[in-house]
């Protein structure tokens, strides 16, 4: 249902934005896809199968605080650069959008830490719906921008 969301949308998401947007947003995308396993040490995966709901607590808290320290780290080293390591990088694409790569990596961390977590519980549902709203906004975000 999500992604049949953002497949019916695309169109509308297209017509709205020129090539060098959509290139633009499709690096910022991949920034935070490939970063995301990063910022949360795929400790995710092993709170599904701790031993006891302790493990997967301490597992819940240990992958929030590598999300937050790398999200810190990040950021610090993208406003450190100069203006040369980014040009050389070709970071300079992404203008003010830089900045809000360690934002949208932790979120999208701390979503996929969140939705394991309450699959630990067998909270189905509100997986299902949290995938359903996820979907959404980022629909919503991808218009509002």
Avoid: H
Avoid at 54 to 62: A, I, N, P, Q
Avoid at 79 to 93: A, G, P, Y
Avoid at 126 to 139: A, D, E, Q, T
């Amino acid at each position: 249902m999500g992604q049949a969301l953002f497949i019916g949308l695309s169109p509308l998401i297209t017509r709205l934005y020129n090539p060098y947007q959509f290139s633009q947003f499709a690096l910022f995308s991949s920034f935070i896809f490939i970063l995301y396993p990063l910022f949360s040490g795929r400790y995710e995966f092993a709170i599904v199968t701790a031993k006891n709901e302790e493990d997967s607590k301490r597992l819940f808290l240990v992958s929030l605080c590598l999300m937050f320290f790398y999200s810190v780290i990040f950021l610090s080293i993208f406003f450190i650069l100069s203006t040369k390591d980014k040009e050389f990088l070709n970071l300079n694409m992404l203008q003010t959008w830089l900045y809000f790569i360690p934002l949208g990596v932790a979120l999208q961390s701390l979503f996929i830490t969140l939705k394991t977590y309450a699959n630990r519980y067998q909270k189905f549902t509100l997986v299902s719906k949290s995938l359903l709203i996820n979907s959404f906004v980022k629909v919503l975000v991808c218009i509002a921008i």
